[in-house]
């Protein structure tokens, strides 16, 4: 068994689109039409073939609350990975992002949260050893 396919509950599809790829560097992967949303899936240009991100509209009832839930409790959605969490800082800050929490080294990880406009508060982390 393995991961394949995994989501983020965005509130616009298209920002989101905008964000993951031109902001944090994401590929898209699928764009595929789906009534009034569409299957978006963007993946790492590190790993073409690796696990695709979904960029979920998050139109359930359920989804914008508990995602004002998590961002209020200042807890990210999910992490992502980078080689140097100072570096990414420094180049996402570059670009407009704003972070919840600047770089912290917690000891064998370092993390930064940052708001990925479309919700959801993001975690980049980079675990050594």
């Known amino acids: 068994m393995r991961i394949t ?5 965005v509130d616009d599809q298209d920002k989101a ?14 764009d595929v ?5 569409r299957w978006i ?4 240009a590190d790993s073409p073939d690796g696990v695709e991100l ?3 509209p998050d139109e359930h009832p359920a989804a914008r609350p508990f ?17 140097d969490v100072a570096a990414e800082y420094d180049r996402l800050r570059a670009l407009g992002v704003r972070f919840t929490q600047q770089p ?3 000891g064998p990880v370092t993390t930064a949260v940052l708001d990925d406009t479309c919700g ?4 980049i982390q980079h675990v050594s050893g």
Not at 41 to 44: K, P
Not at 70 to 82: E, K, R, S, W
Not at 120 to 123: C, K, S, T
Request: glycine share 6%; charged share 20%.
């Open 5 to 9: 396919v995994t989501s983020v509950l």
């Open 17 to 30: 689109l905008r964000f993951y790829t031109d902001v944090l560097g994401f590929r898209p992967k699928h």
């Open 33 to 37: 039409p789906m009534g009034p949303h």
């Open 41 to 44: 899936t963007v993946v790492s």
């Open 54 to 56: 979904v960029l979920e």
């Open 67 to 83: 995602k004002e839930a998590l961002v209020a409790d200042g807890i990210p959605f999910t992490a992502f990975d980078v080689d």
């Open 104 to 106: 912290t080294d917690m």
């Open 120 to 123: 959801n508060l993001i975690q």
